[in-house]
C-alpha cells in the first residue's frame, strides 16, 4: 500500500467500511459455488452490489482477491498459549471441524481440486491453505514435545497428517443435510480423534483414556 | 440395457472393444480438469474420437457416464483375505495412498466439491465414492475386532475417518511436482500411520512398535 498518504481525499464519498465486507462475502461464495472459471471482477462486483472500478482500486489481480477472501479455518486458531497439548489440540480440532463443515470449508477443498490443472492456483494453494493449516500444529507439538508431554515423535508429520486429515475425512463422509447432527456429535468425536493419536504416539499427560 | 438381443446386428462394424477404454479415459480427464460444466457427451466423444450416437447408446445421461468412469482406489483395493490386520491395512493403505497421487485421484475431490453445490451431484459422491471408502475399511476393522487382534473401539468412525484421512491430507499439502518424492517414501509412511493408529486403538499384535 505504497498510496496511503495523510493527506484528506479532495472529493468522493467517504470509503464505505461496509463495501470490504460486502465483497469478501461475495467473492466467497462465488468463489465456492462457481468455481476460478466463474471467479470474475463482474460477477463479484455485481453479487456485491459495488461498481468494477472500485474492485479494481482494492485489487490488482483475481488472485489477490481470492487470497483475500480465503479463511481457511486452521490458520485462523490460534494454539499459541497455555493449557496441556490435550485441551489445545481439542479445542483447535474442534474449531477446525466446525470451520471445515460450514459452506465456505469447501472453498480449501475447491482450490485443492482446481490448483492441480491450474497454474495460477498453485502458489495460492500452497502459501494461503496447505501451509497455514501444517505450521500450526506443527508448532503446538513441537511445543509439547519441548515441554515432555509429548514423547519425540519419530515422524511428526504422520501425527499432523492424521489429526488434521482425520477432521477432513469426517466431513467429506458426511452428507451436506446430515452436518447439523454430525455437528451435535463434535466433541465427542473431537475428543476420542485426538485421544487415538494421542495414545498412538505415546502421550504421557492425563485423560487421554 | 433393455435393448440387448440374442440376434446378430445385421450391419455396421463389429463393436470396437477399444472404445469403451478410450472413452472412459476420455471421460475421466475431461472430468478431471474441466469439472461438471465440462463434462459433456459432446467434448467425451470428440476427445474419445467416437460419435456422439455411440455414447448416447451406451450410456442415458451425464450421471451414467461419471459413475461408470469412477474408479475410486479404496473401492477397489480387497482387503477380504487372510492375514493380520495390520498387514491387510498397510497393504491397503499403500494402494489407496497410490491411487490419490495419481492425476485422476482428484477425481474423488472434484466430485465431492461439486456436490456441495449440485444435486445431481450429490448422489454420485455418496454412492460411488464416500461409501466405499468406508464400507471396505470398516469390514477389514470389524473382523479384526471379531479376530481378537484389535479391542472393541469404542468409535470406529474415528479410527476410519483418521486412517483414510491421513492419506487424504498427506496427499493434499504435497505440491504436484513433489508427488513422486513423496511416493519414493511412502512405504515408511504408510508404516507409520497405521502403526500410529493401531498404537492408538490397543493393538495387540505385533509389530507394531
Known amino acids: 500500500m505504497t498510496e496511503v498518504s495523510a493527506a484528506p481525499r479532495p472529493r468522493g464519498r467517504p470509503r464505505d467500511a461496509d463495501v470490504d465486507h460486502r465483497v469478501m462475502d461475495a467473492a466467497r461464495t462465488i468463489y465456492r459455488e462457481r468455481g476460478w472459471a466463474g471467479f470474475n471482477f ?11 472500478d472500485s474492485l479494481y482500486r482494492r485489487f490488482d489481480s483475481r ?34 471441524l466446525a470451520g471445515f463443515a460450514l459452506p465456505d470449508g469447501m472453498i480449501m ?15 495460492v494453494y500452497h502459501s494461503q491453505v496447505a ?33 488434521l486429515g482425520g477432521l477432513v475425512m469426517h466431513v467429506m463422509v458426511t452428507p451436506a443435510h446430515l452436518r447439523d447432527q454430525m455437528m451435535e456429535k463434535s466433541d465427542q468425536f473431537v475428543r476420542d480423534h485426538v485421544d487415538l493419536l ?12
Open 63 to 96: 488472485e489477490d482477491l481470492l487470497v483475500a477472501a480465503l479463511t481457511v479455518p486452521p490458520a485462523d486458531v490460534q494454539l499459541d498459549g497455555h493449557g496441556d497439548i490435550r485441551g489445545r489440540l481439542i479445542a483447535m480440532a474442534a474449531e477446525t
Open 109 to 123: 477443498f475447491r482450490v485443492f481440486v482446481e490448483s492441480a490443472s491450474n497454474p495460477e492456483l498453485r502458489d
Open 42 to 52: 463482474g460477477a463479484i462486483a455485481k453479487a456485491a452490489r459495488v461498481s468494477k
Open 198 to 209: 494421542l495414545r498412538g504416539a505415546g502421550y504421557r499427560g492425563g485423560d487421554a483414556d
Open 131 to 163: 501451509l497455514p493449516h501444517i505450521k500450526n500444529v506443527r508448532r503446538a507439538v513441537s511445543e509439547a514435545i519441548a515441554d515432555g508431554t509429548l514423547p519425540e515423535i519419530t515422524n511428526p508429520t504422520v501425527f499432523i497428517d492424521a489429526l
